[in-house]
């Protein structure tokens, strides 16, 4: 029988890619046998920074327009679970995986006093260097959501729960898979013994008061569907740790957008809207 890792395919969503894809694809390369690129940005340029890594073990899908993460992912994921594979290993374009990610990622997956559901790195802010404080431990633990980028799944969890939600497009995504997964009695895992480096949207330095701190300067767009799918979430859901920190993370980022970053009024009145069109959204 095959060992895990030659089981798992990866998949990387590209959005108007730069260069540093191809790094981070030929990295996942040395842990995977195959890795799904979904072109989410149709475009000549973007077409050509990926063509030359088309070949056996990489595989090019175009979409026809940005379809959105879940979508995005979902098509990635299909593929991989149709060319065989038993697990798929999903990424942001900018995150590069680190040594031994994999094995450790499979170890925590192989656990046996849980009903394992998703399981995922933890997380070192790639702007500093620093290691999140809830991203501090030893081993694997139990969490409710997990991000996308660097998040494993099995082909039996997928066919229990089903892909990610698609009308979500954007935002919130990974926490509605791991949250139905968490419904559906499994374990999502957080594995402390491998680091992920993350960027919080185009983060850069901004000084607060007498403090340096990192805003993440997401657009109206972002804005509109961070609010919206908050409020779907919570109503699809419920109250609950995830939520709780989910606030406030949400209190810290928006003190910044009002006191720093550029474009506020246009994020403010986008929010409203997806708070509106939150309480309004009927497929809950």
Same mark, same amino acid.
């Given at each position: $029988?095959? @060992? ?8 990387? !969503? ?5 260069? @540093? ?23 000549? &340029?973007?077409?050509? &920074?990926?063509?030359?890594? %088309? ?21 990635? $994921?299909? *593929?991989?679970?149709? *060319? ?22 499979? +170890? ?13 790195? *933890?997380? #070192? ?20 959501? !997990? ?10 969890? &997928? ?7 698609? *009308? ?7 926490? %509605? ?15 402390? @013994?491998?680091?992920?480096?993350? +960027? ?7 000084? &607060? !008061? ?6 993440? =300067?997401?657009?109206? $767009? ?6 919206? =799918?908050?409020?779907?979430?919570? +109503? ?7 939520? #709780? %920190?989910?606030?406030?993370?949400? $209190?810290?980022?928006?003190? /910044? ?9 246009? /994020? ?17």
């Amino acid at each position: $029988m095959d @060992e895990p890792g030659a089981q798992t395919a990866g998949v990387v !969503l590209a959005y108007h890619p730069t260069v @540093e894809i191809r790094h981070n694809v030929r990295q996942l390369l040395t842990q995977v046998p195959r890795v799904f690129i979904v072109n989410n940005s149709p475009d000549a &340029l973007s077409r050509e &920074l990926l063509g030359d890594l %088309d070949g056996d073990r990489v595989v090019i899908l175009e979409q026809t327009e940005n379809v959105g993460v879940a979508a995005g992912f979902n098509a990635g $994921m299909r *593929a991989a679970l149709d *060319a065989g594979f038993d697990y798929v290993w999903i990424f942001d374009q900018d995150s590069t995986v680190t040594d031994g990610m994999l094995d450790a990622l499979l +170890r925590a997956q192989a656990r046996t006093d849980v009903k394992v559901g998703i399981v995922g790195p *933890a997380l #070192r802010a790639a702007e500093t260097g620093n290691v999140y404080d809830a991203d501090r431990g030893q081993g694997s633990a139990p969490i409710d959501a !997990l991000i996308s980028s660097g998040a494993l799944f099995s082909r039996a969890l &997928l066919e229990d729960i089903g892909l990610h939600d698609e *009308a979500l497009f954007i935002d919130y995504v990974d926490h %509605d898979i791991s949250l139905r997964a968490g419904r559906a009695g499994y374990t999502n895992l957080k594995v402390f @013994e491998t680091l992920l480096d993350h +960027r919080f949207g185009e983060s850069q330095p901004s000084r &607060l !008061l007498w403090r340096v701190v990192y805003v993440s =300067n997401y657009s109206p $767009m972002r804005q509109y569907y961070m609010s919206r =799918n908050r409020v779907i979430l919570a +109503r699809r859901f419920g109250w609950g740790r995830w939520l #709780r %920190d989910d606030l406030r993370y949400a $209190m810290k980022a928006w003190t /910044k957008v009002l006191i720093t970053e550029r474009d506020r009024p246009a /994020k403010v009145g986008a929010a409203l809207r997806g708070l509106r069109d939150g309480l309004r959204y009927t497929a809950v």
